[in-house]
Nanobody
Framework: QVQLVESGGGLVQPGGSLRLSCAASGIIFSINAMGWYRQAPGKQRELVASITRGGSTNYSDAVKGRFTISRDNDKNTADLQMNSLEPADAAVYYC??????????????WGKGTLVTVSS
């Protein structure tokens, strides 16, 4: 089985920064795309940022220029650096990964989420 574990959430003031980390473990041949999603109370889960194995990135318009996604293919980790945080960024942040457990098959996995609160 594959597990994704997020860390780094917490309480931050508006304008502050947080760095989220996601670590994948288990039977992993390789990981294709990795991404960060978020879900605020009463809202649907939305994509925040994603990164391919080769390092190509994609960001939602809401976070472009403020958040940076990165990954370490050797360690099976993905980080999300969040700067200039706004109250609207408050949500539970989830890590997602498309994991190859064998060379010919892959599946999507989710972490349990980490809470980010932005408040003064």
């Amino acid at each position: 089985q594959v597990q994704l574990v997020e860390s780094g959430g917490g309480l931050v003031q508006p304008g502050g920064s947080l760095r989220l980390s996601c670590a994948a473990s288990g039977i992993i041949f390789s990981i294709n795309a990795m991404g960060w999603y978020r879900q605020a109370p009463g809202k649907q889960r939305e994509l925040v940022a994603s990164i391919t194995r080769g390092g190509s990135t994609n960001y939602s318009d809401a976070v472009k220029g403020r958040f940076t996604i990165s990954r370490d293919n050797d360690k099976n980790t993905a980080d999300l650096q969040m700067n200039s945080l706004e109250p609207a960024d408050a949500a539970v942040y989830y890590c997602n990964a498309d994991v190859r457990v064998t060379p010919w098959s892959s599946s999507g996995y989710w972490g349990k989420g980490t809470l980010v609160t932005v408040s003064s």
